[in-house]
């Protein structure tokens, strides 16, 4: 099987898992998809992940999803920018706070990798807008 855009079918798991209340969701391995998951993870929006080799070659990421005391999901919004057919790039002074500065936008830059829209602001560096979260 084919995807044409493998980003947004992680960002659709990680959704449905947890409208589906589970508490693991995986994913085909990919270091793009690695590297998103290390920003959810910093900016707490995931518990954690860990990487299993299936066979030679073949690996999938295991993410655990994080829920609040009563059960509601840590994620309410997330929704891919940047898709394969139409690309979005913003630079650091033209990202505008997503729901007042309580979600994030994930970004991926040339020069500090895949970053939330913060640590870009913080090193004013722009990039191509992945997706948001909140």
């Given at each position: 099987?084919?995807?044409?855009?493998?980003?947004?079918?992680?960002?659709?798991?990680?959704?449905?898992?947890?409208?589906?209340?589970?508490?693991?969701?995986?994913?085909?391995?990919?270091?793009?998809?690695?590297?998103?998951?290390?920003?959810?993870?910093?900016?707490?929006?995931?518990?954690?992940?860990?990487?299993?080799?299936?066979?030679?070659?073949?690996?999938?990421?295991?993410?655990?999803?994080?829920?609040?005391?009563?059960?509601?999901?840590a994620i309410e919004?997330?929704?891919?920018?940047?898709?394969?057919?139409?690309?979005?790039?913003?630079?650091?002074?033209?990202?505008?706070?997503?729901?007042?500065?309580?979600?994030?936008?994930?970004?991926?830059?040339?020069?500090?990798?895949?970053?939330?829209?913060?640590?870009?602001?913080?090193?004013?560096?722009?990039?191509?807008?992945?997706?948001?979260?909140?």
């Amino acid at each position: 099987m084919s995807l044409s855009d493998p980003i947004g079918d992680m960002l659709t798991r990680i959704k449905n898992a947890q409208s589906a209340l589970l508490v693991y969701v995986e994913v085909p391995y990919s270091l793009q998809k690695l590297k998103i998951l290390d920003v959810l993870k910093q900016e707490g929006y995931i518990s954690e992940y860990n990487i299993e080799e299936l066979r030679l070659g073949v690996k999938i990421i295991h993410v655990k999803l994080k829920y609040s005391v009563k059960g509601k999901p840590a994620i309410e919004v997330l929704e891919r920018v940047s898709k394969p057919s139409r690309r979005f790039y913003s630079s650091y002074r033209d990202l505008k706070d997503f729901f007042n500065g309580m979600g994030i936008y994930v970004l991926s830059t040339s020069c500090k990798g895949v970053v939330s829209d913060k640590v870009a602001k913080k090193h004013k560096t722009g990039g191509e807008i992945i997706c948001r979260v909140f």
